[in-house]
């Protein structure tokens, strides 16, 4: 994870991707790596606290009601394997009355495919539950 989360490049290119697929979507991501953004200078539009899908409760973007109502947003993170902290996001959003279009992360462990998450890297799409790499088809 801390190799994902501050590297500025891994960063850069997480958030092109975000403009290449909703250009007019705001932008949320938690924790350290949300920090790593706005210390680095990548674009960051709300940053909530860590650790969310251990304590949901620590979320609260009741104050920016105004800037979330009616607007789209992407949630950005390091790595996807359960969504726990996706959904607390999610959440929060669609209560304040946005729009949660999904997330995109750098590595996707999880082991079952979400079309609503986007990655640089998912592991299942090389590796078996085993962690057998995956036999490519061969032209014939």
């Not at 290449?20 to 949320?28: L, N, V």
């Amino acid at each position: 994870d801390n190799a994902v989360k501050f590297d500025k490049s891994v960063l850069l290119q997480l958030v092109a991707e975000v403009g290449a697929e909703f250009p007019e979507a705001m932008t949320i991501a938690s924790g350290e790596i949300g920090l790593s953004m706005h210390n680095l200078g990548v674009a960051i539009d709300f940053i909530v606290p860590g650790g969310l899908r251990f304590d949901p409760d620590k979320i609260n973007l009741a104050p920016f009601k105004n800037r979330i109502e009616g607007y789209e947003f992407v949630f950005i993170d390091d790595s996807y394997f359960s969504g726990k902290t996706a959904l607390v996001v999610k959440e929060e959003i669609e209560k304040l009355g946005g729009t949660f279009l999904g997330s995109f992360v750098a590595y996707d462990g999880c082991r079952e495919k979400d079309p609503t998450v986007h990655s640089l890297y998912r592991y299942y799409d090389h590796f078996d539950l085993l962690g057998r790499p995956l036999q490519k088809a061969r032209n014939s």
